[in-house]
Structures are given as structure tokens and as C-alpha cells.
């Protein structure tokens, strides 16, 4: 059968510094206590030997309060806390045991190593030398020896790092203090200072490390909060600020910095799901008067700006107002060229702009940050299609209307442009002819875009009145022939030109 101090030795070989557990049966002490304690000692070592750590503690909770005065109890439940990573509650327990038992040198040893991990370097190196005072055995000895050149040595790099700081060389005090953390690594100060210069160097993401780190190691540390929150949002993550503030205010309602930023950000908050709410409702002007309210909250901020801008920027496309749009989105690029989400949104203003070669660089730009995109995709094969459209005839273009006009937008426009370019309104012959021509243009859009399948097909790319578009499938066949192609089209029936059009 595995010895206790077998499972014992294999538990705490995990915890660095921390010596064997050395066998109690041949400590020589017998201390004083009732059959219950004992029983209680038993099945803590037996659970501990099985593993089953939180049940093992139970027990020697039981122990210790049984008898307050066992230096055993006390020394088994410190191994059980350390067993399980709990180096915080370990270290009252140890300092109990030297109390009752001043020459253990072993929990002696294992404080010394605690109180080297957490900075705390005096007294740590007082336990180191108090353990060689007593004349140790060599391996104990060696180890305690070890630890003081250690501990000596991060005293010294310690106060380089300190010089560093004070000089402000913090890319020189952030390497010193990498190899003091590195064996403090419960050292509260060393990683705050850290994180002061990872803030200096533009490290955000390792200054949040070192202050996580520090907020759960030090249990009211309202400042590594505050800091952590400002950094959140000076990063533009409004959400996580919020969380890490709220998490300072738990501690200390009343903090003076922490309330106050906490109502700056909880207002920019409220404002960022507000507008977010306005787009998911599509009720876009008032999304962008919403993002217009955050960038006057927060002026200071660059990325919150970036934020308000690329939301509005998608309000401005939704909402069809590509030439406004284009300025915004083109805005937020200029600072983060490679933004998928406004490129996207860009290139969709482009070709509501009708700018369609600008469309296919910025979905071609926004495909290589983005792969397997089916918009980019979509969009891209759109844009191509449009490209090639507006290179042969345009009937929008022809018309002056937009791309989303209503028929009676488009029927207005026929009859008006109808009437401008009326052949009868022409006396020179050149100039007839000239109107001859875009006349039938004129009444080929209108014909197209007020046939609702034919417009379809136009807006997909095909042009229903270009018998190669349509690939031998004749539409209308009365407007096959005439202008580009369309020989014998005449909107003005047979005969010479009577000119009693019907503008319907």
C-alpha cells in the first residue's frame, strides 16, 4: 500500500519550492487530544492519499478546531490548501505551525518559498536564514542556501527596476521586472508596476494581464479595477469598461474616481445599445443622430469615434444615401484601411453611387481580410454585373432616376424627357435625327423599367432589349430592331411623324 507521505511528496512536487512532506510518525511529538482528532487526522490522510482534496480539508477543519493546539493539523491542512493552489489561506495556517512548533523547519521553509513568491523578500529571507540557524539536513540546507542567493538577487533587480521606472526607461524596467515576476509571481506591486509600463509602451493587451492578475491577488484592489476600466475604454470596448468599474464600486461605493467614471461610461452605454437598437429596427436617421450624441460624449476618444462613424456610415447605406455614406465609411478607412464591415458597406454606397469600378476594388480589398464571405462574394459578382450593364445602356441613367425609383418616379421622368427630346421640337435635320435617336432611348427605358420582369432581368445584368443579353429569348418583339441595334423600332407608329403620343 502508497504511504501518506508518498501521495504527499507526489502532491507538492507540483508547487515549486515547496519541500517533501516529511513522514510525521517519526517527529517524536505526540500532542495531547481526544480519539476524535485522531479519527479526523486518519481520514484526512486517507483522502488526501486518494486525491479527494476538499473532503480531506473538511477534516482537518475538524481537526484543528478539535484541538487548536496540533501543529500537525495545522501543517497537513496547509498541505491540503497548497495542493489545491490556495497559497493565501496556506500561509496562516504555516506562520500557526511556527508558532506552535518554532524549530519545524520544513513548514519554515515552505512559508520562506510563499512569502518569496508574493514579493514579500525580508520576510522571506528572515525564514531562509532561520532555517540554517537550526542546522537543517543537507537537502534542506541547500535548498534554504538557493533561496537566498535567489531572493538576494531580486532584492537587487527589484531597485533596477524601481531606477528604470523613476527614469521613465520603461521598456529597460518592464524586462527587470519580467525576472522578478518570474519567480514572485504573487508579487502584487511588481505586476502593477508592469502594467504601468506596458500602459507607457501602448501594451494594452499585456498592461490587462498584469492587472487582472493583481485585481484577483490582492482582494480590494479598487485601483487595478479603475485602471483595467479606463484601459477598456480608451480601447473602445464601452461593455468591459462597465463590467471592471462596477467591479470597483462593489468594493468601494463611494470611490470618487471610480463613480465618476462609472456615470461617463454607463451614459455612453446607454447611448452605443440605443442607436444599435435603431438600426435593428431600421429607423436609421435616428441611429445616426444616436452615434452623432456618442462622438459629442466622448470627443477625446479616437476609437469611439471610429465606432459612431462605421455604424453611421451602415445606417447612411441602408437608408440609400450612398454619395453621404461614401464620405463617412471613407472617414473611418482612412484610420483602419482594413475594416471588412466598411469596406462592405462602402462598396455598396459605391454602387448606389453608381461608381462601380470603386465597388469591386473595395470588395475585392475586404475579400483578402475575409475569406469565404458569401456577401463579399455576392456583392463582388454584383458589382462586375453592373460594371459590364452600365458600359452598354443604362435606362436609369437614360431616365435621371435612381435605382430604387418607384414607377411612378420613372413614368414622370419618361413624360418629361419625352417632351425635351420630341423630335418635332427640332428644325435642324441634325439635330432631329440626333433627337430621333435618344427618343427611342427614352422610350425603351420607360419600357423596360415599367415591366416589372423585364426590370428584374435589367437589374441583374441582362438588358431585355439586346437580343445577345438575351441569348435568342426575344422579350417585346415589337422593340427588336431600331436604335443599338433595333432597326424598324418606332414609338411613333407607322407613317410620317404625326406626334399624338400617349405619354402613359
Known amino acids: 500500500m502508497v504511504s501518506i507521505d ?107 518559498n510563499l512569502l518569496l513568491k508574493q514579493g514579500r523578500l525580508d520576510e522571506a529571507e528572515s525564514d531562509f536564514k532561520k532555517v540554517l540557524k537550526t542546522g537543517p539536513g543537507d537537502k534542506e540546507e541547500r535548498e534554504a542556501t538557493g533561496q537566498l542567493t535567489k531572493s538576494d538577487e531580486i532584492q537587487r533587480l527589484v531597485s533596477e527596476a524601481r531606477s528604470s521606472f523613476d527614469s521613465r526607461d520603461y521598456v ?68 468591459m469598461s462597465l463590467n471592471e468599474v462596477r467591479e470597483c464600486l462593489k468594493l468601494d461605493p463611494d470611490h470618487k474616481q471610480c463613480y465618476g467614471h462609472y456615470k461617463q461610461v454607463k451614459k455612453l452605454n446607454k447611448q452605443i445599445l440605443s442607436a444599435e437598437e435603431l438600426i435593428k429596427e431600421q429607423r436609421y436617421e435616428e441611429a445616426v443622430s444616436k452615434y452623432e450624441a456618442v462622438m459629442k460624449t466622448e470627443p477625446d476618444v479616437q476609437q469611439f469615434s471610429l465606432i459612431a462613424k462605421e455604424r453611421i456610415c451602415h445606417s447612411l447605406v441602408q437608408s ?42 473595395d470588395y475585392e480589398t475586404a475579400a483578402q481580410h475575409s475569406e469565404n464571405d458569401r456577401q463579399i462574394k455576392e456583392g463582388l459578382e454584383k458589382a462586375q454585373r453592373l460594371l459590364k450593364q452600365s458600359q452598354k445602356r443604362d435606362y436609369y441613367k437614360i431616365l435621371g432616376v435612381k435605382r430604387t425609383a418607384q414607377k411612378k418616379e420613372i413614368i414622370k421622368a419618361y413624360r418629361k424627357m419625352a417632351q425635351q427630346w420630341h423630335p418635332d421640337n427640332f428644325m435642324d435635320p441634325e439635330e432631329k435625327k440626333k433627337a430621333e435617336k435618344k427618343f427611342i432611348d427614352i422610350a425603351q427605358a420607360k419600357e423596360v423599367l ?31 430592331g431600331g436604335h443599338h441595334g433595333f432597326q424598324g423600332f418606332n414609338p411613333f407608329g407607322s407613317g410620317p411623324f404625326n406626334f399624338k403620343f400617349n405619354f402613359n
Open 6 to 112: 508518498h501521495v504527499a511528496h507526489r502532491v507538492l512536487t507540483y508547487i515549486p519550492y515547496v519541500l517533501v512532506l516529511i513522514d510525521m510518525r517519526y517527529e517524536g511529538v505526540k500532542c495531547g487530544r481526544d480519539g476524535g482528532v485522531d479519527s479526523h487526522m486518519e481520514m484526512g490522510k486517507k483522502l488526501l492519499a486518494a486525491g479527494q482534496l476538499a473532503d480531506a480539508l473538511s477534516h482537518f477543519h475538524a481537526a484543528v478546531d478539535g484541538d487548536p493546539k496540533s501543529y500537525l493539523a495545522y501543517y497537513r491542512r496547509a498541505t491540503v490548501y497548497l495542493a489545491m493552489g490556495k497559497s493565501k489561506s496556506a500561509l496562516p495556517d504555516l506562520s500557526r505551525v511556527i508558532e506552535l512548533k518554532p524549530d519545524f523547519t520544513s513548514a519554515r521553509l515552505q512559508r520562506g
Open 172 to 239: 529597460t524596467a518592464a524586462a527587470q521586472l519580467d525576472a522578478v515576476i518570474e519567480t514572485c509571481v504573487w508579487d502584487v506591486i511588481s505586476r502593477e508596476m508592469r502594467a504601468e509600463c506596458f500602459i507607457q509602451m501602448g501594451e494594452m493587451g499585456k498592461a490587462i494581464t498584469d492587472l487582472k492578475a493583481s485585481s484577483k491577488l490582492k482582494s480590494d484592489n479598487t485601483q487595478a479595477f479603475y485602471k483595467l476600466s479606463s484601459i477598456y475604454y480608451n480601447l473602445g470596448d464601452h461593455e
Open 320 to 361: 440609400q444615401q450612398g454619395s453621404s455614406a461614401i464620405k463617412v465609411c471613407s472617414s473611418v478607412l482612412q484610420k483602419d484601411p482594413q475594416n471588412v464591415n466598411v469596406l462592405k458597406d462602402r462598396a455598396e454606397a459605391y454602387i448606389q453611387d453608381e461608381q462601380y469600378d470603386e465597388a469591386i476594388k
Open 450 to 480: 415599367t415591366d416589372p420582369e423585364m426590370r428584374t432581368k435589367f437589374d441583374h445584368g441582362e438588358d431585355p432589349m439586346d437580343p445577345e443579353s438575351q441569348q435568342g429569348h426575344h422579350h417585346h418583339q415589337h422593340f427588336h
